[in-house]
């Protein structure tokens, strides 16, 4: 059975940081490019940033300097580090996995407020 489980979300102030994991299960999580899309409150499901198989990254312009996207094969996961977390980084966050099928997971809540 396939998973993807996120943790990690919460709510934190402005300037604050969270770590986002993505625990994988089900499928050959080394093939598979990652990654983590966000849905705020009457927008667009939107993508925040991909890890390939390979390891090759590529961010969101609004995020790129904040956020790193990274994976360890080992222990089937993916993370997001969010530093620097802004009030418009506010969303749903989800895993997708994506190759020969298409997986989420089913998101955590981030909310950036003082």
């Known amino acids: 059975q396939v998973q993807l489980v996120e943790s990690g979300g919460g709510l934190v102030q402005p300037g604050g940081s969270l770590r986002l994991s993505c625990a994988a299960s089900?499928?050959?999580?080394?093939?598979?490019?990652m990654s983590w899309y966000r849905q705020a409150p009457g927008k667009e499901r939107e993508l925040v940033a991909v890890?390939?198989?390979?390891?090759?990254?590529n961010y969101v312009d609004s995020v790129k300097g904040r956020f790193t996207i990274s994976r360890d094969n080992s222990k089937n996961t993916m993370y997001l580090q969010m530093n620097s977390l802004k009030p418009e980084d506010t969303a749903v966050y989800y895993c997708?996995?994506?190759?020969?099928?298409?997986?989420w997971g089913q998101g955590t809540q981030v909310t950036v407020s003082s």
């Open positions: 089900g499928f050959t999580f080394s093939r598979y490019a």
């Open positions: 890890i390939t198989a390979g390891g090759t990254t």
């Open positions: 997708n996995a994506r190759w020969l099928f298409d997986y």
